[in-house]
């Protein structure tokens, strides 16, 4: 049984950084595009990040885009690395993955990942 398990969520201030993991269990990810989605209360879930195989390529929401690393160790983990955080960056972020590499179109399309994790609560205050 495939499982993807988050941590690294908490409360912080804004500016601070904070860093997010996700484990997979159930089979090996090296193959899959693994990423990250997050939902603040009352919105939509919305793309944050992904990762191809093997990191070759990485994809990032303009939200966060040069304030945000992902990375993962091509086994099991993906991880999200966040800077300058601010309150809008509130939200229960989500650990995803796929089989890959999928079309490079699609990574923020939270339908072509059929595995989700929990989610972390990440709070950012001002």
């Known amino acids: 049984q495939v499982q993807l398990v988050e941590s690294g969520g908490g409360l912080v201030q804004a500016g601070d950084s904070l860093k997010l993991s996700c484990t997979a269990s159930?089979?090996?990810?090296?193959?899959?595009?693994m990423g990250w989605f997050r939902q603040a209360p009352g919105r939509e879930r919305e793309f944050v990040a992904a990762?191809?195989?093997?990191?070759?390529?990485t994809y990032f929401a303009d939200s966060i885009k040069g304030r945000s690393g992902i990375s993962r160790d091509y086994v099991s983990s993906v991880y999200l690395e966040m800077n300058s955080l601010r309150p809008e960056d509130t939200a229960v972020y989500y650990c995803?993955?796929?089989?890959?590499?999928?079309?490079?179109?699609?990574?923020?399309?939270?339908?072509?990942?059929?595995?989700w994790g929990q989610g972390t609560q990440v709070s950012v205050s001002s």
């Open positions: 990762i191809s195989p093997f990191g070759r390529d």
């Open positions: 159930g089979r090996t990810f090296s193959d899959y595009d």
């Open positions: 995803v993955a796929r089989g890959g590499p999928g079309n490079y179109d699609s990574y923020s399309t939270a339908g072509e990942y059929p595995y």
